[in-house]
């Protein structure tokens, strides 16, 4: 993680996952245009990973048919790793084709949620997984590969989802040849006891192969779900800008933890982000233009940054000059 401008690397990388997770779920599409314009305004903010979009077919999924031009547009800003989400060997071919820089694959915590959600089973997902590694290995070796486990602090199907076998997953997905493992609040049901305890024994058996901290904001435990697994000893997480998205089985429940709030939260304790907040707050105009009616969250954007302030990145230019 080094930042273009000569400023010393950030402490945490932010994913910035609000062109896919958070246009997935709505109901309007955005359009192309305006993804181009919104990612570029990200990329100024100072965020140096973005997870543009999904390669699925655009028959099930029409908010990302334009999937391989956003990657090409994205590609164009620099030092912006683009990560695009793949469920599966074709939806991989299709990204690294279109030039992706990192590829995501969600792998289900619990058996339930993936015969529900992609129709395999776990062991089934863990070998398409392999197929994906072995595709990359091939054509595309220096693309790394991730696979974050779905509802891994709970499931709306399953209810409680074993710590047990989430560990066993993580474990099996780093022997299938994945560069990370993450865990993923899919739902907005774990809370920070629970997500520190599963992050440090996961973090036990896979060590510096641990991902990204995926959580969502669903009940109003996302960012001390963050604080918990930043204390555990991630130093990757997930968030979406304006908290866009949502959870299609909790109608009303807003979506992932709002990636302006998770800046001030880490810049105010000291940790670097290398991400603007104020910048964020500003950009949100991008949204409401383009997304008229949908519902954008976030505490930052009401209350403004307190007076007094002092970011801890250097480099990041907050507030007006
Ligand atoms: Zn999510």
Not at 109 to 122: D, P
Not at 138 to 144: I, S
Not at 220 to 247: K, M, P, T
Not at 290 to 304: D, F, K, Q, R, V
Request: with cysteine; aromatic share 4%; hydrophobic share 45%.
């Amino acid at each position: 993680m080094v930042l273009p401008d000569g400023a010393s690397s950030p402490d945490i990388l932010i994913s910035e996952c609000g062109p896919r997770d958070g246009l997935q779920i709505l109901s309007q599409i955005m359009p192309t245009e305006a993804k181009k314009r919104w990612i570029a305004a990200l990329h100024a903010a100072g965020l140096r990973e973005i997870e543009v979009c999904s390669f699925v077919p655009a028959k099930l999924m029409p908010q990302m048919a334009d999937a391989a031009e956003i990657v090409a547009f994205a590609s164009t800003l620099p030092g912006l790793t683009v990560l695009a989400l793949v469920p599966n060997l074709r939806g991989a071919e299709a990204a690294l084709a279109a030039g992706a820089h990192k590829l995501t694959i969600p792998v289900s915590g619990s058996e339930e949620h993936s015969l529900a959600n992609v129709r395999r089973t776990r062991a089934e997902m863990v070998e398409e997984v392999r197929r994906i590694v072995d595709y990359r290995n091939a054509h595309a070796p220096h693309v790394p590969v991730e696979a974050n486990i779905s509802v891994a602090f709970g499931c709306t199907i399953a209810g409680p989802v074993s710590e047990d076998e989430v560990t066993r997953l993580c474990v099996s997905l780093v022997e299938a040849g994945v560069d990370d493992s993450g865990l993923s609040d899919t739902t907005g049901m774990g809370n920070p006891v629970q997500v520190k305890r599963l992050f440090t024994r996961v973090i036990g058996e896979i060590g510096e192969k641990i991902g990204a901290a995926h959580m969502h904001n669903t009940r109003g435990l996302g960012l001390a779900n963050v604080l918990a697994a930043y204390e555990a000893g991630v130093r990757i997480f997930d968030s979406s800008h304006a908290g866009l998205g949502g959870c299609p089985h909790a109608p009303g429940a807003s979506g992932n933890v709002v990636t302006e709030d998770l800046v001030f939260m880490f810049e105010a304790m000291g940790v670097k982000t290398g991400v603007d907040a104020a910048s964020l707050v500003r950009s949100r105009a991008i949204l409401s233009e383009t997304l008229p009616g949908a519902e954008l969250y976030g505490m930052l954007a009401g209350a403004g940054l307190p007076k007094g302030y002092r970011p801890a990145s250097p480099g990041v230019m907050h507030g007006q000059p």
